[in-house]
């Protein structure tokens, strides 16, 4: 269910509310979606690895709290098990001031470098090489002070098989497409092709996957259909996801089959390493490296 925001609109006509109170009121409504995401997120996955379980039906995921110098923090949680080699899904709500560096790189920050971010990050490594790896984030960012102050979401979500798959892909991408037509037509063809162009290993000249959907400094002017549109991304990608593991968790494999996906997950570890804008946002933001890295995989091969 999408969280109710008419507190906002009833908070805009009273007077006596200054643009840094509303400011305040979405950043919290933001950063509390995030987290009842993440519980939604972490209840589903464990539900399966325990129906799947059956050595051990109490696998849950560990979570850790951290808390960042600059300011803010946030919780990384991880799960092992039969299903889910490994799956992080993590939240973080930092703020602070952007190196001299970094800053310039990042709109609204040029002058001063305040930020004021929140968000959720999923990746999920499969046991079954049939059943494919897959990605998630969304995250409200702030930056600047008074007349230059930016606020924008960004996100997306796209999936990783070892071996082509095409019903998947079909229904994955068909499924995302649904929810952005209901805010925008042109979103979808947007949002797929940044999506193909952003996850493309060019030392590779391959994509790291099938695609999905990216976006970024998305702001329409219209913060409350903005929001309910991230709320739609998060639902989607869970609900098509969960569709996947379930059909696929009982695919027999080889041997073969498992190395070839450890070296497949190889590509995973480059792009995100050597490309991913959140690896760099996070590192240079001086966040938690173990939540940072949560995304690299367990088990890869190179050959």
């Not at 999936?159 to 998947?168: G, H, M, R, S, V």
């Amino acid at each position: 269910m999408t969280i109710k925001i008419e507190m906002l609109e009833k908070l805009k006509i009273q007077k006596c509310l200054d643009d840094n109170q509303l400011l305040d009121n979405k950043k919290k409504i933001a950063k509390d979606w995030f987290a009842k995401l993440r519980d939604e997120i972490c209840a589903s996955f464990e539900k399966i690895e325990n129906n799947r379980s059956s050595k051990n039906k109490n696998i849950n995921f560990n979570k850790k709290k951290w808390e960042r110098n600059g300011g803010g923090g946030g919780t990384i949680s991880v799960m092992k098990g039969n299903v889910f080699e490994k799956v992080g899904v993590n939240i973080s709500t930092v703020h602070g001031e952007f190196s001299k560096e970094f800053r310039g790189q990042i709109p609204g920050a040029e002058e001063n470098g305040k930020f004021w971010a929140s968000g959720i990050s999923v990746v999920s490594h499969m046991c079954n090489p049939y059943v494919p790896a897959a990605h998630m984030n969304t995250r409200l960012l702030v930056t600047g002070e008074g007349d230059k102050k930016k606020i924008w979401f960004g996100g997306g979500g796209d999936l990783t098989p070892i071996f082509e798959d095409k019903k998947a892909s079909e229904m994955f991408h068909k499924n995302f497409k649904l929810s952005c037509d209901k805010y925008n037509k042109n979103y979808y063809p947007r949002f797929k092709h940044w999506c193909d162009e952003y996850f493309y290993l060019p030392h590779r000249k391959e994509a790291r996957g099938i695609g999905g959907i990216f976006f970024d400094y998305l702001n329409s002017n219209n913060w409350n259909d903005d929001f309910c549109f991230v709320q739609d991304i998060g639902k989607t990608f869970l609900s098509s996801y969960l569709e996947i593991i379930k059909s696929r968790i009982e695919h027999k494999f080889s041997q073969n089959d498992r190395e070839e996906q450890l070296v497949r997950r190889g590509r995973y570890v480059e792009f995100n390493l050597l490309y991913d804008r959140g690896t760099i946002f996070g590192l240079k933001t001086g966040g938690n490296t173990e939540a940072v890295l949560m995304s690299l995989p367990p088990k890869v091969s190179w050959i």
